[in-house]
């Protein structure tokens, strides 16, 4: 399973884009990359996902270069609701495909 | 809407005794689930994968006696910590996938949190 490197913490303000890179140069032909948001106390959420180039839904875009060893998740104008532990991850997707999860990254975004 | 249902919450039980955490698929057939455990300020941990009609694999250093698993329809899994221990508090989860094509995501219940005294 490939790892995944994050930076461990990020900070931000109100009305900015966050941009949070993630490593995972172990990458496998049929993984894909998807990211989580949780909440203290909640279960991780799901944000987005891609295999490669660019998605982008409601709430963020996700951008894979070709060698899909990196990924940044792009969060535009955040608010202080955005305050949360970003974690990508990446594996297979099927039924079976079992997720691990790296360190991921503290968001803390001030007013 | 949430795809995948824990309960209880939140649960504190006494040393010694067995606790039972259930995590539901809604809507759509899970034919393997997966039970994390989240301890405070860390990430989750992958304690097993949970398969309907045949016995969970358990991640290296879980005790499979200690964390029984049952996943005995297509909609529903269940970890009983057993002789449960102050140390085995914390934060289980679980999550699933829904059957369909190529890219479908791994959904997460909500969590329970056990607290054992």
């Known amino acids: 399973l490939a790892k995944t490197t994050q930076p461990i913490s990020m900070d931000s303000y109100e009305g900015q884009e966050v941009n949070i890179t993630c490593s995972h140069n172990?990458?496998?032909?049929?993984?894909?990359i998807t990211w989580y948001q949780q909440f203290p106390s909640q279960g991780p959420r799901f944000i987005i996902q891609?295999?490669?180039t660019k998605v982008t839904n409601e709430v963020a875009s996700l951008f894979i270069p070709a060698d899909r060893k990196s990924s940044t998740l792009s969060l535009p104008r955040v608010s202080l609701s955005d305050t949360a532990v970003y974690y990508c991850?990446?594996?297979?997707?099927?039924?079976?495909?079992?997720?691990?999860f790296g360190q991921g990254t503290e968001l803390s975004v001030k007013p | 809407g949430a795809v995948v249902s824990q309960h209880p919450s939140w649960v504190i039980c006494k040393s010694g005794t067995s606790v039972k955490i259930e995590c539901r698929s809604l809507?759509?057939?899970?034919?393997?689930m997966f039970w994390y455990r989240q301890f405070p300020k860390q990430s989750l941990m992958l304690m097993a994968t949970?398969?309907?009609?045949?016995?969970?694999?358990?991640e290296q250093g879980v005790e499979k006696d200690k964390f029984l698993i049952n996943h005995a329809s297509l909609t529903l899994s269940t970890l009983t910590v057993t002789s449960a221990h102050p140390e085995d508090s914390s934060f289980y989860i679980c999550?699933?996938?829904?059957?369909?094509?190529?890219?479908?995501?791994?959904?997460f219940g909500n969590g329970t949190r056990l607290t054992v005294t």
């Open positions: 999550s699933a996938r829904q059957p369909s094509g190529e890219s479908s995501p791994l959904h």
């Open positions: 172990n990458i496998a032909t049929n993984d894909y």
């Open positions: 891609g295999y490669k």
């Open positions: 991850l990446v594996g297979e997707n099927n039924q079976g495909g079992k997720l691990i």
């Open positions: 809507d759509f057939q899970a034919t393997t």
């Open positions: 949970s398969n309907e009609g045949s016995k969970a694999t358990y």
